[in-house]
């Protein structure tokens, strides 16, 4: 289980525990709370070493230095306090920590048993002042939008169909945002599974409404580091790239003047036309919307520091790039032909692929079959076939793949497309296998 799943069973336990003391049943009440301690305590040690995700590291160290004192596990109660404040817990949190420590201490013992040193109820233990310790860690890091209503006929209200409107597009960029900076981070290290995990951890990108000023409609959105932590991955480059992922957004997304030139050429080197178009057209829609107008404020939503402008045709060109239909057009042609050239390749150089050039059309897809595994040693008595389609991901090319209702990618170097045919035959191979074993 990962580190969310774990904190709620051992919730879901606690609770379990709480019922079964109300109905008097002290052993099944010990029980339970036994397991539930398990479960925060590995909840909690998950983040031993990622002191910088606050305040769900000391709330969860926290829980479970509360949940040992209900075990009489004094010891590892003071233990896990200590792991907590070992963080950066914010003052409240702080002092619990501090007080469970004063708990496990033998004169304080003496005087009280465990079950009477704190509250028990849920809210005491397992969410006792996170909510206002949760939302201060994210206003730390919040930026402030105003979002008004362009026709003065609304007297100063707004309608709820402005703020639906661009809270879509504001979602909608920061999850493109969120997926693209995820690949560049990670392209070269999993080059084989990248483009499908970066679809998982985009879901996982939230923007949070973190407080709200109904006059003109002012909303402080942050993003919470934290929930996007499910992709088990420890590498820097991610945990960089995770930690770093909101201040940027509000740095090339939001802050900045869409009409400066320079910003406009950074922009245009950071990403492509592909990348720029997933980010920014979302943005740009809002901006281009005559109903509302949006801007940037300070905390109280007093005063603006930054109006989105209307575009001018530089930005429009940089910020919503739009292919024509030739320029499409020639790019699938030349990926098209990438592919035949690597076949003939490969007929040249081995006997394991024979690819014909009739399994491709103009659509860049391909058809995997019974005889394209046996040419790698994979026989089957069923039959097989999957349509493979080329593309191309951040100048690398993706073969993707639907079989059984499962997607497999293979993603690297256009070059080397009889490589990446090879593996996504021995993946989809692989995984047949441990189906029918």
């Known amino acids: ?17 709480n019922l079964e003391k109300k109905n008097g049943n002290k052993g099944l009440y010990k029980q339970l709370i036994e397991e539930a301690f398990d479960l925060e305590k590995k909840a909690a040690e998950l983040l031993i070493d990622e002191k910088q995700i606050e305040p769900t590291r000391s709330v969860l160290f926290r829980s479970a230095a509360n949940l040992a004192l209900l075990c009489n596990r004094f010891e590892e109660a003071k233990r896990l306090a200590e792991l907590g404040l070992e963080g950066s817990p914010f003052i409240e949190l702080k002092n619990e920590l501090e007080e469970i420590i004063q708990k496990t201490l033998p004169v304080a013992l003496i005087h009280k048993p465990a079950e009477l040193l704190f509250d028990l109820s849920e809210k005491n233990i397992i969410q006792q002042v996170e909510e206002n310790a949760y939302l201060a860690s994210l206003r730390k890091n919040a930026i402030q939008i105003k979002v008004e209503e362009e026709s003065p006929k609304f007297g100063g209200a707004i309608a709820v169909g402005s703020v639906v409107n661009f809270l879509q597009n504001l979602n909608e960029s920061f999850k493109h945002f969120a997926q693209v900076n995820f690949i560049k981070a990670l392209l070269d290290s999993k080059p084989d599974s990248v483009y499908q995990d970066s679809k998982q951890f985009s879901k996982n990108a939230k923007l949070l409404a973190v407080d709200l000023n109904f006059q003109s409609f002012g909303i402080s959105v942050a993003a ?24 940027e957004f509000k740095e090339d997304v939001l802050t900045a003047d869409y009409n400066d030139y320079d910003f406009q050429q950074k922009i245009k080197k950071k990403y492509t036309e592909e990348e720029r178009l997933k980010i920014y057209s979302p943005v740009v829609n809002s901006i281009s919307n005559k109903s509302y107008r949006v801007a940037i404020t300070n905390e109280d939503y007093s005063k603006k520091t930054n109006s989105f402008k209307p575009l001018n045709e530089s930005a429009k060109k940089i910020f919503k790039p739009s292919l024509s239909n030739n320029e499409k057009k020639e790019e699938n042609n030349i990926e098209y032909l990438n592919v035949i050239v690597a076949v003939e390749t490969g007929k040249a150089l081995t006997k394991k692929i024979n690819l014909e050039n009739s399994l491709f059309d103009s659509a860049n897809t391909l058809k995997l079959n019974n005889e394209k595994f046996t040419e790698l040693g994979f026989k089957y008595e069923f039959p097989i076939d999957i349509n493979v389609s080329l593309s191309s991901v951040s100048g690398k090319s993706l073969l993707e793949a639907v079989y059984d209702g499962i997607t497999f990618e293979i993603i690297g170097d256009a070059n080397n497309l009889r490589d990446l045919y090879e593996k996504l035959i021995k993946k989809v191979a692989e995984y047949i296998a441990n189906r029918d074993s």
């Open 1 to 17: 289980m990962n580190l969310r799943e774990l904190h709620r069973e051992a919730l879901t336990k606690f609770k379990e525990a």
């Open 224 to 247: 919470d580091e934290g929930i996007m932590d499910s992709y088990k991955d420890h590498s820097q480059e991610y945990k960089t790239m995770r930690k770093q992922l909101f201040t």
